[in-house]
């Protein structure tokens, strides 16, 4: 089975700009969560995705979006970038492993530099 | 609310060694335990699991037990080698049905020949 995959890999924009990163997750995964990874505040959850429904958030300011499609792939939306938004974004995707509840499956992650 | 606390890195061994990596974690109920491997330019590995007080979770020669008593998930490999140079992340989900992970801040392992 192919892994979560996330396009692009690497990304360089200006201040001000808006981005949109891509995820698509392992086939038959339902659930997609995304991440962000940064040096100094380490790995903290965006938001889940689970059926085109936003089911948890984490405390990101609302630059910060995304959106679910009916084939489980999952956007990012970053708008009005700030160079604190310099990161690597990861995306996850889940599914239920029965009596051991979930496990979440990583994809390389987008490095997002902001000039 | 919840948190994982990770011992400080780097941690540098000479291969062969014994590796112990804590984790200790704060949380309600009854969260499910993870320890993620992140080798470099890449993104998260699932390296082990448990999800119930006094289980054990096992993957490639490393170990970690539930302690529900302590708050504890420490990991442990007998005999480490070069290729297990990476930085290690405990994590918690703390529900079923939401699927946040709460990580760790990493502790980076280096192990020379």
């Known amino acids: 089975k192919a892994g979560v995959t996330q396009t692009p890999r690497y990304l360089i924009k200006t201040r001000g700009q808006q981005v949109t990163l891509s995820c698509s997750p392992i086939?038959?995964?339902?659930?997609v969560s995304w991440y962000q990874q940064t040096p100094g505040q380490g790995l903290q959850f965006l938001f889940e995705?689970?059926?085109?429904?936003?089911?948890n958030k984490g405390n990101f300011p609302g630059r910060f979006s995304g959106r679910q499609f009916s084939n489980s792939r999952s956007e990012m939306n970053v708008s009005t970038l700030e160079l604190g938004d310099s990161a690597l974004y990861l995306c996850?995707?889940?599914?239920?492993?029965?009596?051991?509840?979930?496990?979440?499956?990583f994809g390389p992650g987008t490095r997002l530099t902001v000039t | 609310g919840d948190s994982v606390t990770q011992m400080e890195g780097p941690v540098t061994l000479s291969e062969e060694a014994f590796l112990t990596i804590n984790c200790t974690y704060t949380?309600?109920?009854?969260?499910?335990l993870f320890w993620y491997v992140q080798y470099p330019g890449e993104g998260l590995q699932l390296l082990l699991k448990?999800?119930?007080?006094?289980d054990k979770g096992s993957n490639k020669g490393f170990e970690a037990t539930y302690r529900k008593e302590t708050t504890s998930f420490h990991l442990e490999k007998g005999s480490v080698q070069v290729s297990d140079s990476a930085v290690y992340f405990c994590a918690l989900s703390a529900n079923f049905g939401n699927e946040k992970l709460t990580f760790g801040t990493g502790t980076r392992l280096t192990i020379i020949p």
């Open positions: 996850a995707s889940s599914f239920n492993s029965g009596a051991g509840g979930y496990e979440q499956y």
């Open positions: 448990a999800t119930k007080a006094d």
């Open positions: 949380a309600t109920g009854y969260p499910s």
């Open positions: 995705y689970f059926s085109e429904t936003q089911r």
């Open positions: 086939s038959g995964h339902r659930s």
